[in-house]
């Protein structure tokens, strides 16, 4: 078997395996309690005057920072689902009505998890918000100040990598999750010695990009063992975005097609269900279009017309009014067979999508996501405070374990419970930076942050 479905009772339904579970999760709580414990004794810095934050968000990293795509899709979504939950899934971690209410300076719509908590904590603390778009190629400039539209925080899904935590200020974590993959129908064919190879799709500048020679080779013999087939029929592809992906895994053309996609797993399941949900969409549109043609056309017949220029001559029937906008320089309406046509391609689509792509629960690696800031923030101390009394909410708690379901693994609970519990410790008199604040930014990161394969950091 290539994917496991399978859930480990001990663990308590985890998303990680038992192995992953008992060792790499509790490792990285040691490795929470020693950072923590450093960054939140050295004390509150003073504020700066400026009450407005600037908020990086991405649009495609949903359940954890997204945009809204267009007005009337939430609005579709609103007559499908009183809760606003997203239609292809009813337990998928989607924006509540209340958690649409993040307009950025462009008019756009941004929703998620680490969004929420951004915007909660600008409330707290009373200030102003402006939301930047960032994206995999630029956030980390934005953030250091080394491009246009410099960030306050970043909060999107980004993993806390010992290169981001050198270059940056790190939160407290905000989650933890598991790079895992999506498998296309009719892989089965592919593994072991059948013919062919198998092309693994991955978003470039993430922590699924296996941008070196090394990172390949990691990734070929994981897959290797995972799927009992040899390293060299692996190949690679880059995928502009998660959306992209998932239509990668369903295409026909083998110039466009993928296997496999890597990903961190919440992501790929909002990828999917937000295809099947568009998928749904556009079905529904075209059911409505042949219905109305129908409609038009069965009136045509029983109406004949009654002018005494026309008489005798049946009203116009949907092909005439076709060739009459065609005569006219309009776009030409689809035909009665093209809507017949395109209902059955997406007919077949939402199977596939449906029935045909597997989220896999086997791990690759452990992600543990942060709000990262400018280093020498003058809002890390502030943060943290609220973050652990965010994470003490048991409301909070419920509400997210509800929404993520089996991705709020049992492993976050516990580095929920640890990172409650440290103490704030005494304050303590020194500079936290040994720098300016106002230098920070062009001290503490390298003009190659952005681009090392190490730095890789988010999905």
């Given at each position: 078997m290539y994917y496991s479905t399978a859930i480990c009772k001990s663990c308590r339904g985890s998303v990680m395996n038992c192995y992953s579970l008992n060792v790499r999760s509790f490792t990285l709580v040691a490795v929470v309690l020693s950072v923590i414990i450093i960054v939140q004794t050295l004390g509150p810095p003073a504020f700066a005057q400026n009450k407005t934050l600037r908020i990086g968000v991405r649009a495609d990293a949903?359940?954890?920072s997204a945009r809204w795509e267009r007005d009337e899709d939430i609005e579709s979504d609103r007559k499908r689902s009183a809760a606003g939950i997203d239609p292809a899934d009813p337990n998928?971690?989607?924006p509540t009505e209340g958690e649409r209410d993040g307009i950025g300076e462009n008019g756009s719509q941004y929703y998620g998890y680490s969004v929420e908590l951004c915007l909660d904590f600008a409330r707290t603390e009373g200030y102003d918000v402006e939301f930047e778009p960032v994206d995999p190629s630029n956030r980390f400039d934005k953030?250091?100040?080394t491009s246009e539209n410099r960030i306050d925080i970043l909060c999107g899904a980004t993993t806390a990598t010992l290169n981001v935590m050198k270059y940056f200020d790190v939160s407290l974590y905000t989650f933890l999750t598991a790079t895992s993959y999506l498998v296309a129908p009719g892989i089965e064919k592919k593994i072991g010695s059948g013919p062919g190879s198998i092309t693994i799709g991955f978003r470039e500048k993430t922590t699924a990009d296996p941008t070196d020679k090394v990172g390949r080779d990691d990734l070929r013999q994981r897959f290797a063992t995972l799927l009992k087939t040899p390293t060299g029929k692996f190949r690679f592809k880059k995928k502009a975005s998660h959306d992209d992906a998932v239509s990668a895994l369903i295409s026909g053309d083998p110039n466009k097609h993928i296997d496999l996609y890597v990903a961190d797993r919440p992501i790929l399941v909002s990828a999917l269900n937000r295809e099947i949900a568009r998928t749904l969409r556009a079905l529904e549109n075209l059911e409505n279009k042949l219905a109305k043609q129908e409609k038009a056309d069965e009136g045509a017949k029983n109406q004949p017309s009654t002018d005494p220029q026309t008489a005798g001559v049946d009203a116009k029937s949907g092909s005439d009014i076709r060739d009459d906008a065609e005569r006219e320089g309009q776009k030409q309406p689809m035909s009665k067979e093209e809507v017949e046509k395109?209902?059955?391609e997406k007919e077949q689509r939402l199977r596939l999508l449906k029935e045909?792509?597997?989220v896999s629960t086997d791990v690759l690696h452990i992600?543990?996501?942060?709000?990262v800031l400018p280093k020498c923030s003058?809002?890390?101390f502030r943060l943290n405070h609220f973050l652990a009394e965010r994470f003490r909410s048991a409301e909070f708690v419920e509400k997210w374990k509800a929404r993520f379901g089996y991705d709020f693994d049992v492993a976050m609970e516990k580095i929920i419970e640890f990172q409650t519990s440290i103490p704030v410790g005494a304050s303590i008199d020194v500079e936290r930076c040994t720098w300016p604040a106002s230098q920070a930014a062009s001290k503490a990161q390298p003009k190659s942050v952005a681009t090392s394969p190490a730095d890789t950091a988010s999905q």
């Open positions: 949903a359940p954890f998928a971690a989607n953030l250091a100040g395109a209902i059955a045909g792509v597997v992600q543990p996501y942060a709000l003058e809002h890390l």
